[in-house]
């Protein structure tokens, strides 16, 4: 059974830093394009950024224009991971992050809370 879990988010300043992680059971994420998303509480889900998969690393991983230049999505292959780097955050930035393909979705994971306060 396709299982997602995503990791690393927690309690950070304005201004700081947190790197998530996205693993994977059963499936493997080199194969396709995986995308971060957030949900902030009373809004719907939102596309965060969206890595090709390694057959089209030739492509560029979209970024939201909210978090250009701040986050980046990278992959390590050995250990089937997708990781979201996220640095300078901003209060707004706060929300449940979720890693899943970019459309036709395999079963959510739990997500991880990130939270930016001061």
């Known amino acids: 059974q396709v299982q997602l879990v995503e990791s690393g988010g927690g309690l950070v300043q304005p201004g700081g830093s947190l790197r998530l992680s996205c693993t994977a059971s059963?499936?493997?994420?080199?194969?396709?394009?995986i995308a971060w998303f957030r949900q902030a509480p009373g809004k719907e889900r939102e596309g965060v950024s969206c890595v090709p998969s390694l057959d089209h690393s030739d492509l560029s991983t979209y970024y939201a224009a909210s978090v250009k230049g701040r986050f980046t999505t990278s992959r390590d292959k050995s250990k089937n991971t997708v990781y979201l780097q996220m640095n300078t955050l901003k209060p707004e930035d706060t929300g449940v992050y979720y890693c899943?393909?970019?459309?036709?979705?395999?079963?959510w994971g739990q997500g991880t809370q990130v939270t930016v306060s001061s």
């Open positions: 899943n393909r970019p459309s036709v979705q395999v079963a």
């Open positions: 059963e499936f493997t994420l080199d194969l396709y394009a």
